[in-house]
């Protein structure tokens, strides 16, 4: 319990940059267009494409996961205006494994300005339910920050 404060502490702060699935990272990331973000499943057969499915605009509508299963949630973001995602909380359900930063294609060397996507990737390590909860914005502003409840269904 005490590493997994470190390890969400460490997300919130934006300071986690280790490279779990490097093989599966790049510096550039194309994007479905879905606006509120999208998942993939982590197969770990790097000749393919991870199948990419939008998130739901309705936080309540669950996302379900086997257990056992590794997955990633690509969330848009635009670090370069001060904003950030915060990791609030999470179900006891999932380990975080890998918080990254990926510019968008469309995104040249040097340019500010940028979009790209805040990825997050979890493994799924007991039944149950619970709702991820996100924060988007600038961390010297008190109001005006964005919310995202995403809820998890863990099943066998």
Known sequence: MKIMKKMV??????????????AQSSETVSQPHCDAGFMSIVTGD??????????????KLP???KLGQTFQLNLPANPSTGSSWA?????NSLMLLDMSYHNSAQCKKGM?????????????????????????????????????????????
């Open 87 to 91: 990791l609030r909380s999470m179900p």
């Open 9 to 22: 502490l460490t997300t919130v702060l934006g300071c986690m940059s280790m490279s779990v699935f490097a």
């Open 46 to 59: 790097f000749s393919k494409a991870p199948q990419q499915t939008c998130l739901p605009t309705d936080g």
């Open 112 to 156: 500010v300005g940028c979009s790209g996507l805040r990825s997050y990737t979890f493994e799924a390590v007991a039944n149950g339910v619970g709702e991820l909860k996100l924060n988007y914005g600038r961390a010297w502003e008190k109001d005006g920050w964005e919310s995202k409840n995403i809820a998890i269904s863990v099943k066998p």
């Open 63 to 65: 996302i379900n996961i």
